[in-house]
């Protein structure tokens, strides 16, 4: 049983798409969140989530756009790919804010 | 804000070594600490956590103790394996509680 999962695992696309990353998770969570980790590993919070409402945005451009459609799912909408968005984009789950558990990862490459 | 600095890898070791990755911090009020461990090409798994001064997690032979006094959340291992080669995450949740501020990561790398 997948806990925390992603779609697509693997994305190529070129400077200028718009492309989702789609996030679902099975444990009951409350809160779920999307994570990015650059070339050097470096993992910074982009967005949180509590019960469908927005309750992090961290200075991400506003070409990034998270959805949750419900309290199990939050995708990652993002417009007009530029290079610099190449990274590893992690989706992770809470319940009441304590441990986070994480997705297996989408690796994004923008070329 | 919140930070989180732990050493820079990589760390080498050769089977059976004794392994230490430091990691301290900077916070307001009172965090809870964790490890993270990624394995290659694959997500963040919880390693152990802490939720107090005072506190010791451990799993799978690892342990970290949360220290107020240092600020730190030292991870340790008496003998590490082949398998426990990996980039290992140290990582706080503030008083916000809703996200996790990360160290860089230390990869390590266990040698047969």
């Known amino acids: 049983d997948t806990a925390v999962s992603q779609t697509p695992k693997y994305l190529v696309t070129q400077m200028g798409n718009d492309k989702s990353i789609k996030c679902e998770q099975n444990?009951?969570?409350?809160?779920m969140y999307w994570y990015k980790q650059d070339s050097k590993k470096f993992l910074k919070i982009m967005f949180s989530y509590n019960n469908k409402e927005l309750i992090i945005n961290e200075t991400v451009p506003n070409r990034f756009s998270p959805k949750s459609p419900d309290k199990a799912h939050l995708n990652l909408h993002i417009n007009s790919l530029e290079l610099g968005d190449s990274a590893v984009y992690f989706c992770?789950?809470?319940?009441?804010?304590?441990?986070?558990?994480f997705g297996p990862g989408t690796r994004l490459t923008v070329t | 804000g919140d930070s989180v600095t732990q050493m820079e890898g990589p760390v080498t070791l050769s089977e059976e070594a004794f392994l230490t990755i430091n990691c301290t911090y900077t916070a307001t009020g009172y965090p809870s600490l964790f490890w993270y461990v990624q394995y290659p090409g694959e997500g963040l798994q919880l390693l152990l956590k802490?939720?107090?001064?005072?506190d010791k997690g451990s799993n799978k032979g690892f342990e970290a103790t949360y220290r107020k006094e240092t600020t730190s959340f030292h991870l340790e291992k008496g003998s590490v394996q082949v398998s426990d080669s990996a980039v290992y995450f140290c990582a706080l949740s503030g008083a916000a509680g809703n996200k996790l501020t990360f160290g860089g990561g230390t990869r390590v790398l266990v040698k047969p």
């Open positions: 444990l009951g969570h409350d809160t």
């Open positions: 992770a789950s809470s319940l009441n804010s304590y441990e986070q558990y």
């Open positions: 802490a939720t107090k001064a005072d």
